[in-house]
């Protein structure tokens, strides 16, 4: 071992130089791992033509020849199998985004409801904190599908959740909303109201900096956020058409229908990953130093104001980083789906689209892919978001 | 995982279906210099040593492995010893009569309809007889060879009685349960679309799960091969409550199936189930194989081994046939003991009786 500052002696052999010594080791690794790359895309090739098996990407513009019980783009059984890509790409991305908001939403309602000094209400989330994390997901999502929703009656005898809400062993029905002339115009006083509000609050908070003056803006927002589309309503008339489902041969039509698979992946993803979340929420606050909050008390601010002000900001650069490997895991966990026959990128492509071409390489290879690009995509946008919440040392 | 790493890992991710795709690989070389194997070349040198040689491999392994469904009455089914029966199994059996002269020699691998494909494609077993319809795609695209027809079959329905359906044709807008991975997705997908009707398939991994879909009324119809309603029926929670649609809507021959490129294991697989056939059309019985080999009929003798070396010229022994015979019986034999009108399924032979019975069962001549 040499002692360090030697490292920085320049040799008559370069190979005693570190900089180059490194350099060389990095272009080795590059070229290293370039040459497994091509030695396995090599092998399979040849294994593929040897076997017969076809290779290469042309059968996605096959016809897909299959129907899918949940389409979010258009889609018929003429539909190539590029097509089922996205279907089943969309059906993914659909539980991940909703399972995402709610998992966060409960996740931080069950973390802040651990740290409640109400003795009830902290055991209640810890109990359910410890049962959720430590029942392994699929058994819960067999749980929620088997044993809850399938039990459930036909849809002839529906139990009525609210009027014109069905809920059967066909899944949830529900009036669907469609857009009418006054949709824009709705929808562009929406967009007034939240600019405005965005106006507003800038305005108050360099007032409240330069005169130390608070402002009530969030009732003025609440305002302006109800009354410009109540306006509108009064105005032109109903923003969108409401269309009840009604009891059809076999099923409800018409309306806006849940499927039972759906359903039960969305609600047992988020009631799993929110009880990580809640604990990552609970360490962040922890993590917050007491002080921090007697300073805030002795500075006049009360609870609310403490925890919103002083220490969620400050338990954000915990929380976000391990939050993000939660957001993560609820995605890649979503491939579960087809244990219970939602139509997800998995069960649809991975499982059908392979099965009927056989080209097992190419679809794992896309589907994985697919999943590292949702993955790295959601890293990037947390980390840019994590750069801004992490402490800035002035 | 900072963003560098981010960047790093998509620049992976292209670089490795760049690779795929463009690198003139020696594939295009190996393609261009092969003529098409025929039966002979890939017996004696062989395009591929590897795939040329499930026989030899077969044998060295000392039993053969054999893809099944994971239960379904009559076709695979394993019972509360985990013993194997059914008309697809029976033809593992026939098989390893043939190569080993002892039909125990099977190791069966319960396969799922999705995951049978890779399962041959990948080598983890040398044969699939596994109620699976003969397709052009699967013979072609999927490097398959289908040895026969073992059973014709075709796709129905079935629905409650209670529903008060009684034709296909009533099924607009259904919500119908089946399993993934298999012809009859897209049999129903066509028939809904050549009758402009609509449907709904909720398609699961396991079969049971899509049978009790239907059973406790996720779905209004149940739909896969007539044999398997047949077989289907008898594990619902009340039989006499369901009701098989009249309309068969598509063509499903299903029969056992190789790799394709091995034309010596395809042509043992294929002519087990000629012998078989064969057997029921002359006449020879499990129980009357040995006083056969006596026969006056030139065709019987050939078929047992008696005259001529036909074993031998498929790499068998000369007895193969007789083997088999012993110990599954023939086709008829077979289909009775399994599917047939004295089982609790009690299909009748229909299409599967032999040609000279009204059937589809014929077979070419050993000679
Ligand atoms: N013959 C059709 C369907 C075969 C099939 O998988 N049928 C199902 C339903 S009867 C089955 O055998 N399931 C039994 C299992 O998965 O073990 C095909 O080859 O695609």
């Known amino acids: 071992m040499r002692p360090p500052d030697k490292n920085k002696s320049f040799g008559p052999m370069a190979w005693t130089n570190p900089r180059l010594r490194s350099l060389v080791y990095q272009l080795g690794a590059i070229a290293a791992t370039i040459a497994i790359f091509t030695f396995f895309a090599l092998t399979a090739r040849a294994n593929l033509e040897r076997q017969n098996i076809a290779s290469g990407f042309g059968f996605m513009n096959n016809t897909a020849g299959f129907g899918v019980i949940q389409t979010l783009i258009p889609y018929s059984e003429e539909s190539s199998y590029g097509r089922v890509f996205l279907v089943g790409l969309a059906n993914t991305l659909l539980v991940a985004v909703i399972g995402t908001v709610f998992a966060v939403a409960l996740g931080f309602v069950i973390g802040v409801a651990r740290l409640s000094g109400n003795w009830l209400v902290s055991k209640l989330a810890a109990v359910y904190v410890e049962v959720f994390r430590n029942i392994p997901l699929l058994l819960q999502l067999f749980f929620w599908y088997f044993a809850i929703l399938r039990p459930l009656p036909a849809p002839r005898e529906s139990i009525v959740l609210l009027p014109d809400v069905f809920l059967s062993n066909r899944g949830v029905a529900m009036p669907a909303f469609h857009p009418t002339d006054a949709t824009s115009l709705f929808l562009i006083a929406l967009a007034v109201a939240i600019v405005g509000i965005i106006v507003l609050r800038r305005w108050a908070r360099k007032r409240r900096l330069a005169t130390g003056q608070s402002f009530p803006d969030g009732r003025i927002a609440l305002g302006l956020l109800i009354g410009l589309p109540l306006l509108v309503f009064f105005a032109v008339g109903a923003p969108a058409q409401i269309e009840p489902p009604v009891m059809g041969k076999f099923n409800f039509d018409g309306g806006w229908r849940l499927l039972p698979e759906f359903v039960a992946l969305t609600f047992g993803l988020v009631v799993y990953t929110a009880a990580f979340i809640a604990e990552i929420v609970r360490s962040g606050i922890l993590s917050v130093s007491k002080g921090q909050t007697e300073a805030a008390h002795a500075i006049g601010l009360n609870n609310s104001q403490t925890l919103r002000l002083v220490v969620i900001p400050q338990a954000l650069r915990v929380i976000v980083p391990p939050l993000t490997s939660q957001i993560l895991n609820l995605t890649k966990n979503s491939s579960l789906a087809v244990a219970i026959a939602y139509p997800d990128l998995v069960s649809i492509f991975a499982g059908t689209v392979l099965n009927q071409t056989g080209q097992a390489i190419e679809v794992i290879a896309l589907t994985m892919a697919v999943y590292l690009v949702i993955s790295l995509a959601t890293s990037f946008a947390m980390n840019t978001y994590n750069a801004r919440v992490a402490i800035v040392e002035r | ?367």
Not at chain 2, 201 to 219: H, I, M, Q, T, W
Not at chain 2, 269 to 292: C, K
Not at chain 2, 311 to 316: E, N, T
């Open chain 2, 1 to 367: 995982m900072n963003n560098r790493l981010v960047a790093f890992l998509v620049g992976i991710v292209i670089g490795a279906f760049a690779l795929y795709f463009f690198l003139p690989g020696p594939a295009t070389h190996l393609t261009a210099a092969q003529p098409v194997a025929t039966d002979a070349a890939a017996k004696k040198a062989g395009p591929t040593a590897a795939a040329a040689a499930t026989l030899d491999l077969v044998r060295k392994r000392g039993y053969m492995q054999c893809g099944v469904s994971q239960g379904l009455a009559g076709f695979s089914n394993p019972n509360d010893k985990g013993e194997w029966s059914g008309i697809d199994v029976d033809f593992c059996k026939a098989v390893a009569a043939a190569v080993f002269g002892d039909a125990n020699k099977v190791k069966y691998r319960p396969l799922s309809a999705k995951d049978r494909f890779t399962a041959l494609q990948s080598g983890e077993i040398d044969l699939l007889s596994r109620n699976t319809t003969w397709t052009m795609s699967r013979d072609t695209s999927l490097g398959f060879d289908f040895a026969g027809v073992i059973y014709y079959d075709g796709q129905g329905f079935i629905v409650k009685k209670a529903s008060g359906i009684t034709s296909a044709a009533q099924l607009d807008g259904a919500t119908i349960c089946t399993q993934t991975g298999t012809t009859t997705e897209l049999n129903m997908a066509d028939y809904f679309r050549g009758h402009g009707m609509d449907y709904k398939v909720l398609a699961f991994e396991k079969n049971e799960e899509s049978l009790s879909a239907y059973d406790e009324g996720r779905c209004d119809a149940y739909t896969t091969d007539a044999s398997g309603l047949f077989a289907q029926r008898l594990i619902m929670k009340n039989p006499d409550e369901h009701l098989v649609l009249p309309e068969v809507i598509s063509k499903e021959p299903l029969g056992p199936l190789v790799r394709q490129g091995d034309a010596q294991w395809a042509d043992v697989v294929r002519w087990t189930l000629f012998a078989l056939i064969n057997a029921e059309d002359l006449g020879v019985r499990q129980s009357n194989v040995e006083m056969m080999k006596v026969s006056d009929s030139p065709d019987i003798k050939r078929l047992l081994g008696t005259e001529g070396a036909y074993g031998q010229a498929l790499g068998l022994s000369n007895n193969w046939a007789a083997d088999v015979i012993k110990a599954v019986g023939n086709y008829g034999e077979m289909y009775n003991r399994t599917v047939g009108p004295d089982t609790p399924l009690g299909i009748p032979r229909g299409l599967n009786a032999l040609w000279k019975n009204g059937g589809l069962m014929y077979a070419p001549p050993i000679r």
